[in-house]
């Protein structure tokens, strides 16, 4: 008979429970769990009301499931995991609450605010119980990319080019997102930088950089950066992100991956399919991406979660390994730390490695 994992989350968000479906690239975690035959919701944490009702009022928990107080909830009820969709600022406390209970945690991106807390983590027992949504990670073209460049069909990669432009500069979004330290990197740059270690399965050891902010902005923050990695391999980064384009004139995303042997192009948003190849020396053009149908941004968010949650389970259950654990997420989190020194200083600086 197949185990059933009792799961609870604490952050109703649009992340967790879209507030309008139409709007969202995403079914969101709640949905996704009580879709699954693999996991059984028992309860819900938010620091509001509002969200919590919602729950109660689709049905999805009853009136004494539902919890403002995170610590209660912990102590109230039977749970094997749980999911971790708050706010940045409160993940660090709720992952070493749920660790004091030896719970399994799922957490979105980022783990945790700054180094200083991954690094604490780090040392709690149990920390080997985390698994972090680094959701670029699990979109098809991102696994299938990871497995090309695998195989050697691309060579050894030399140089990645990579540019983020998107409108953030909504004035409708929640307060708190202004207020965020380096958006560019904490909010987008986690997942590029991210997904670059995951490509190559490689370390960046160098970085150097500039923040930028146009003047019309609404953030406190640089809403811009402009990136020159270079990992242990010798392979080099260009990276060149801003949440402040005020109109869309492109695809958000454009990936050039060159390789002794060819070179690899993405053009898209969220990074959804189609990856392109091309030989060197040959016009041909390979579709990597041709057997993906579902290439949607919706569909490619929601493929990309339910993954993550099948991991979670076997990572519960069958003792695998998680897509990304607390180890590998503190690099991440390490290398942002590193790049925001590096452009704070304006200067050229080295990634501690171990």
């Known amino acids: 008979m197949q185990k059933i994992i009792s799961i609870a989350i604490s952050g109703v968000g649009n992340r967790a429970l879209p507030k309008n479906q139409n709007k969202t690239n995403w079914i969101g975690w709640i949905n996704q769990i009580k879709k699954s035959n693999k996991f059984n919701l028992v309860a ?33 009820e039977k749970l094997d995991a749980i999911l971790i969709s708050n706010p940045v600022k409160f993940h660090y406390y709720c992952i070493k609450k749920s660790l004091e209970k030896k719970l399994y945690i799922l ?148 990936c050039i991956i060159n390789g002794s042997k060819g070179s690899i192009f993405n053009e898209s948003d969220w990074f959804e399919p189609h990856l392109i190849f091309k030989k060197k020396g040959s016009n041909k053009k390979q579709k990597l991406t041709a057997k993906v149908k579902k290439i949607s941004t919706y569909d490619q968010y929601n493929i990309s979660d339910l993954f993550i949650l099948n991991n979670l389970y076997d990572f519960i259950v069958k003792k695998r390994k998680p897509i990304c654990s607390a180890r590998d997420a503190f690099n991440t989190i390490k290398l942002l730390h590193y790049c925001k020194k590096a452009c704070m200083q304006k200067k050229e600086i080295k990634v501690p490695i171990k």
């Open 107 to 254: 957490v979105e991106k980022p783990f945790v605010s700054n180094l200083k807390e991954a690094q604490a983590l780090l040392k709690q027992k149990n920390n080997k119980n985390i698994s972090v949504v680094q959701n670029w990670r699990t979109k098809d073209s991102s696994r299938i990319l990871r497995n090309f460049i695998k195989s050697g069909k691309a060579g050894k990669i030399g140089q990645i080019f990579f540019r983020y432009i998107r409108n953030r500069e909504n004035p409708n979004y929640p307060k708190y997102l202004f207020k965020e330290d380096s958006p560019a990197l904490y909010a987008m740059g986690i997942h590029h930088l991210d997904l670059f270690r995951y490509l190559l399965n490689d370390e960046i050891k160098i970085v150097s950089g500039r923040f930028f902010k146009p003047y019309w902005s609404l953030y406190s923050s640089s809403t811009g950066v402009n990136l020159t990695l270079i990992t242990k391999k010798k392979t080099i980064i260009t990276y060149t992100s801003t949440l402040s384009s005020l109109s869309k004139v492109s695809s958000q995303e454009s």
């Open 44 to 76: 819900a944490h938010d620091i509001s009301m509002k969200p919590l009702n919602k729950l109660v009022e689709k049905k999805f928990l009853k009136p004494n499931k539902i919890y403002t107080n995170f610590n209660k909830m912990l102590e109230n």
